[in-house]
């Protein structure tokens, strides 16, 4: 059975950070690409970062220069290293795995940036 088990999240004033953390169950970690996705109230969910299992990373425009993602393959985590956090960084983060056409998601975790 597959999990994916997020934490990290809470509540931070404008300019701060927060660390996030993924941990993953029940794959071939290695070989998945992770990645980041958040979801605000009322908005699609939308792709925030990714770590492909050749170590390459990809961001969001919005987040580019603030955020960082890396994994351990050995400890089967990837974690998003977010700092100079904005309001409109306020949402539910998700983590998930894919692999060709499979893919798992976490239960999300709630970031608010607010003073």
């Known amino acids: 059975q597959v999990q994916l088990v997020e934490s990290g999240g809470g509540l931070v004033q404008p300019g701060g950070s927060l660390r996030l953390s993924c941990g993953a169950s029940g794959i071939i970690f290695r070989v998945y690409a992770m990645s980041w996705y958040r979801q605000s109230p009322g908005e699609q969910r939308e792709l925030v970062a990714t770590?492909?299992?050749?170590?390459?990373?990809n961001y969001a425009d919005t987040v580019k220069g603030r955020f960082t993602i890396s994994r351990d393959n050995a400890k089967k985590m990837v974690y998003l290293q977010m700092n100079s956090l904005k309001p409109e960084d306020t949402a539910v983060y998700y983590c998930?795995?894919?692999?060709?056409?499979?893919?798992?998601w976490g239960q999300g975790t709630q970031v608010t940036v607010a003073s």
């Open positions: 770590s492909t299992s050749g170590g390459s990373t």
């Open positions: 998930n795995a894919r692999l060709a056409s499979s893919a798992f």
